[in-house]
């Protein structure tokens, strides 16, 4: 009886000691399988991050894609950029667009330092459906990514748009910004905006905005040269680095006058690579001759950095 007992004693020991020996080994087998699983996630996450149709092995891709002689190539690319010029008449045909997108007409790449960083980013700009557009791509680990794409409004323009955008230096030496000029008018009036923007923290911010320049009707003014004469403020710009001591500065002088047009405006040629052929176009009656009947004055005002607000702030003068 007595060995009965040592050996169900015995028997039960060594049952209680092989379960808490599986037991062990399976938490702990668990354990290293969820470590593995951990450390194959990132990358298996990252991989399939890099793999997004929104990633471009080289800007040169883009560049090619836009002047293909393929419609399918264009289409596809369109398509990966999401870019749809805006619709300005009820004729706009938006699915031949989609279907038979135009080549990019003027197409042009650069590199240039748009931040902090010591890596260049992409600058691409180009014509498409007589608009400007600009496209910006910044390396990343995957590839070449859009940050962002410009256009601007330009009634009564110069096509082919050359000066619309530039890529000043304001604050650092070496460091680029980018300027964009919109205008907007009819027969009666004209104004022209620039829109200063920067690259911050991987996207582009609008850091300052002013007029360039304003041409309107004459308050008050009944006399028979009436649709000739008109009140217009040009302001010229210039920007001032950052030195010891002191932020950038963006200087802007206005002259404030009344004018009068007399003649036509010029007319130019210019190239289309979308017809290959030449045309003539007239440049806005703004441009046309005109003399100065009175003037009302010049103003300067003056804007400075702000870090704190990371845009330029007017200055009391």
Known sequence: MRRWKSRAASFAICFVIGLLVAFIYSFIAGLFALSRLDQKSPVASTE???????????????????????????????????????????????????EYPERAANARLEYLNLDESTEDEALLTFVRFERPVALVLKREPCGWKLIAALSAWLRFEEYPYRDWIELPETMTQGTHEILVHESDGDRESYVRQAHLLKLLNGSLKEIAVFEEESVKLLDDYHARDWPLV???????????????????????????????????????????????????????????PSERLKLFGNRTEQLKWSEQEKRFVKVDL
Not at 73 to 86: A, D, K, S
Request: charged letters at 30%; a positive charge; glycine letters at 6%.
């Open 48 to 98: 399939e991050r890099c793999a997004a149709p929104d990633y471009f092995a080289r800007p040169e891709e883009l560049l090619s894609a836009l002047k293909s002689d393929e419609v399918s190539v264009r289409r596809e690319m369109f398509r990966r950029l999401f870019l749809r010029p805006g619709i300005s008449t009820t004729y706009y045909d938006y699915e031949r667009d989609l």
């Open 230 to 288: 008109r009140r217009r403020q040009a302001t010229r710009f210039t920007f001032t680095r950052e030195s010891v001591g002191q932020p950038s500065r963006l200087n802007l002088q206005t002259t404030d006058e009344v004018i009068k047009y007399g003649g036509n405006a010029p007319a130019y040629t210019y190239w289309m690579e979308t017809d290959g052929s030449w045309h003539v176009g007239y440049k806005n009656w703004t441009k046309g």
